[in-house]
């Protein structure tokens, strides 16, 4: 039996969550999907340069789920920069930081 699936926690969501290439037009564009966990993870190991284990530790997650993460994000933003796609931001189970417990966001959209 599978562990159970822990919401991430994250600090907000982003201000702009859709980028694509510049001169093509979005409908002849691929699109890749980044949630909002992935982006976060971004946010705090490349913009932050949070240490793995105290980024995983403001999301609520383990060490280990946090470098599944990353990794599965930044594979997503390579493949949108060396591919020319675009790259749409949306989904995941997420919880807002700064809520209250009975008062989480939780958004389940976008996960297989």
Same mark, same amino acid.
């Given at each position: ?24 037009? *979005?409908?002849?564009?691929? +699109?890749?999907?980044?949630? *909002?966990? +992935? ?13 793995? +284990? ?16 990353? +990794? ?41």
């Amino acid at each position: 039996m599978p562990r159970p699936f822990k919401c991430r926690r994250v600090r907000c969501k982003p201000d702009t969550n859709y980028f694509k290439p510049r001169g093509l037009p *979005v409908d002849a564009l691929e +699109e890749v999907l980044l949630t *909002v966990d +992935e982006f976060e993870a971004v946010r705090l190991a490349d913009l932050e340069g949070l240490y793995q +284990e105290d980024a995983a530790k403001k999301m609520n997650i383990s060490r280990q789920t946090f470098g599944n993460i990353i +990794e599965s994000a930044r594979k997503k933003i390579s493949d949108c920069l060396v591919n020319a796609k675009a790259l749409k931001i949306d989904g995941g189970t997420v919880r807002m930081a700064g809520m209250a417990r009975g008062q989480s966001r939780e958004r389940q959209r976008g996960r297989p």
